[in-house]
């Protein structure tokens, strides 16, 4: 079975510094991994995707997330941090044999400090 | 901000009342998926429907079930409703079934409180 796991409920930072939020996955065939971004009060807003290629995959407002099969995980990443960056961010996962279908992480609460 | 959109907002429900969600995809989107999002967890995925049709679902009852229409619109009903319905009722949309690495797009959600 499928599954994603954030293991930190919250990240601090400082503005300016870089971020990193973790995700590891587990599937059973080739993952396709993305990451989402929630605003209070707000839907899910896509920040990009790992289908194949490039282990780097650069996404929507200065993320990024590196791709690494040996250690199972898809971390976001951002060199500078910016106190609007602050949201839930998910991690979720789909593989060939499931389907369409996400199964998301927990969620990790990212804040950004002034 | 996505095209997605969500009615309503917000709503509140007593045990054992039945309600409608509804959800418009996004332009040129056929495939509808619906996500229950519980208090401080990730979303899980309800069900997905594809020109009309289910096509996948999660973990969910009976007493979950959705429509498809003509336009791709969507609704998710919910019967005999349980105080563990509250949450977050999240839509999405794509196009088609072409694979997995097919994004989607989240509309606002339908928050549910159940009394």
């Known amino acids: 079975a499928q599954s994603v796991a954030q293991p930190e409920d919250q990240v601090n930072v400082a503005e300016g510094n870089p971020l990193t939020v973790k995700c590891t996955y587990s599937v059973s065939g080739n993952p396709y991994l993305f990451w989402y971004v929630q605003y209070p009060n707000r839907g899910l807003q896509f920040l990009l995707k790992y289908i194949t290629g490039d282990n780097l995959v650069k996404g929507s407002y200065g993320f990024e997330a590196e791709f690494n099969k040996s250690q199972t995980s898809f971390h976001l990443k951002k060199p500078s941090a910016l106190v609007s960056d602050s949201a839930l961010y998910f991690c979720?996962?789909?593989?060939?044999?499931?389907?369409?279908?996400?199964?998301f992480g927990p969620g990790t609460r990212l804040s950004v400090l002034p | 901000e996505t095209g997605v959109t969500q009615s309503p907002t917000h709503l509140i429900k007593t045990r054992g009342q039945q309600v409608t969600l509804r959800c418009s995809s996004q332009?040129?989107?056929?495939?509808v998926s619906w996500y229950q999002q519980a208090l401080g967890q990730g979303p899980q995925f309800i069900f997905q429907?594809?020109?009309?049709?289910?096509?996948g679902r999660g973990n969910f009852p009976p007493r979950f079930s959705g429509l498809q229409f003509p336009n791709y619109s969507s609704e998710l009903n919910v019967n005999a409703l349980e105080l563990d319905d509250s949450a977050l009722y999240l839509c999405a949309s794509s196009f088609g079934t072409s694979g997995p690495q097919e994004t989607q797009y989240f509309g606002p959600g339908t928050r549910l409180l159940v009394l």
């Open positions: 979720a996962v789909r593989d060939k044999e499931f389907g369409q279908n996400f199964v």
């Open positions: 429907y594809y020109r009309e049709e289910e096509n």
């Open positions: 332009s040129g989107h056929n495939t």
